[in-house]
């Protein structure tokens, strides 16, 4: 068959049959006569994701593509010729080769092994579109004058190939517009995530095989993803994938804009989502891909919603561009939430605080502040456990501290799985420093709203807090505490003149142990701090301490205004 002759018979079977779905068919028939092999592929590249979708396979149905060790021989020697312009030949394949006896795919025998290959890329215009790959039992089966008949294939086929997938695009599109549609005619701010969820699912969920989803929603201020809304096709392993997914997105980062795919063997791109997601594929057996969409607005994370697939078929890049393409959808449902959401916690927020407020001012004394202090944090507030702890600013001596309940130990809150936490310091007066510490459930509602519960809690503990300090009651509790931790000086009295203080050292120690700084001492007695560092030279000295923190502690011990 002359070059004239080929090109003629190609173009008239792409040009008269264009809508066949046979018309491959044919095209193979005609190649296998100018270049003999045993299978060939003729594949749609997405070169950018790597990712291939064949639209025709000689001697195998598309639809069992995954199940032949054909597709990965395929992808690795397409996957090498988008980068070149010349043929891409394997002469030693790997013994992987099953073969199709009637409708099953078996085991071939050690005879069967493909033996050589050669793939090469078809272009249009310039632009990778496709690729054809052709197969062999026999070694070093393809010569040099296959190559140069491989190349006119690639050239021959680049137009059609790139205009029976752009015709592909405009018939999905024309479809997905119509559920965009839908998809928007029903949202509304009041909608809840699940209602919306379950729509969003099912519109997608025949022509994608999707078998699970979920949708995420992103808190800024704690800078996780948080799942608000599942759809489970899989008994029994909802909860499962949903703690693998939540724990994926918060350890590994999610990119604003990259949309992460992953099978058995492989993900796109290549990355530690990527490897975490064949890995949760490999430890279910419900599922062969998993997509992971971010959801944005503008540059600002919203969301994330993740997919899990029942098989891995060459169709997987045109599903995952159709719930990509609807993303904005969710991202927009998210957003409308989000702000409703945000306005009624804002709402339940300031009756809290109205609340706790009113009810720490209205009690006579700390104890009974304390008591509805807990009642605020665990009724109001949803926490799980808190403590409260009064410390001295300069020293960090606690001479106050409580725990709820009472082996809460607020060093390992963030350790413990399936927590939040909620840390809040707040100066008291220049002495004194409260700490609150709460744990929550992550499962909680509210854990997106610890900005806001942030400010409630310190409004509160410095109200508790002032109140502790301003009872003689504590402040015979502090001289006790202080005096305790003292080993020298334990229930010693002494006045200023017992250290030979004069009255210039006094001031600049009473100062100093309110916690001011040497320039803000200098301030408030009109000297320099050049003067301030000289004099507390002398006062340490006096005193028999080494530094600040030592005569302020012993300023404590001693009970009194120095």
Known sequence: MTDT??????????????????????????????????????????????????????????????????????????????????????????????????????????????????????????????????????????????????????????????????????????????????????????????????????????????????????????????????????DGAAGSILQDCTRLLNENGLSSNTVHLACEHKSVPSSRIGTALVSIIGSSSEFKELCVIPLTAGSKRVGAIVFAISDCNPSMLERVEDIESAGPVASAFLQLHQTSRQWDRKQHISTVLQYAVDGLCDVPNSHQKHEFFKEVMIRSIGASAYSFKITHRVTGVSFFSYAYPEDFNADSVSMVSGTEQLRVNSRLDGTHIVDVVASFDSSANLISAMHELRAVVRVCASILGSSILSEPKSAITIQSQYSSDSQNHRGAEYTSSSFGLTT??????????????????????????????????????????????????????????I
């Open 5 to 234: 002759d080929f090109y003629n018979q190609i173009e008239h079977l792409l040009i008269d049959n264009s809508v066949n779905p046979h018309v491959w068919d044919e095209i193979a028939n005609v190649i296998k006569r100018v270049i003999p092999c045993d299978r060939m592929v003729i594949a749609s590249t997405d070169v950018i994701r790597g990712l291939f979708s064949p639209v025709h396979i000689s001697g195998l149905s598309i639809p069992d593509w995954d199940l032949s060790p054909v597709h990965r021989l395929g992808q690795s020697l397409i996957g090498q010729a988008v980068n070149v312009d010349t043929p891409v030949t394997s002469s030693t394949i790997p013994s992987m080769y099953t073969k199709q006896d009637g409708d099953d795919l078996i085991p071939g025998a050690p005879g069967d092994n493909w033996a050589s290959g050669v793939g090469m890329r078809i272009v249009n215009a310039g632009e990778v579109v496709g690729g054809i790959v052709f197969f062999s039992h026999i070694p070093d089966a393809f010569d040099s004058d296959d190559f140069l008949m491989v190349e006119k294939v690639s050239r021959v086929l680049g137009p059609y190939l790139s205009q029976q997938t752009l015709q592909k695009q405009i018939l999905r599109a024309t479809e997905h517009q119509t559920k965009l549609e839908h998809l928007l005619l029903h949202l509304n701010d009041d909608q809840d995530p699940a209602t919306f969820f379950n729509m969003f699912y099912s519109t997608f969920a025949a022509r994608t095989s999707l078998v699970y989803g979920a949708l995420f929603g992103y808190d800024r201020y704690s800078d996780r993803y948080v799942p608000i809304a599942h759809v489970d096709g899989i």
């Open 504 to 561: 210039r050292e006094s001031e600049i120690l009473s100062y100093l142990s309110e916690g001011a700084t040497n320039d803000e001492i200098a301030t408030r007695c009109g000297i320099t701090s050049g003067s301030v560092k000289n004099r507390l030279v002398f006062i340490y000295k006096k005193l028999g301490v080494r530094n600040r923190s030592e005569a302020s502690i012993k300023t404590l011990v001693t009970g009194q205004s």
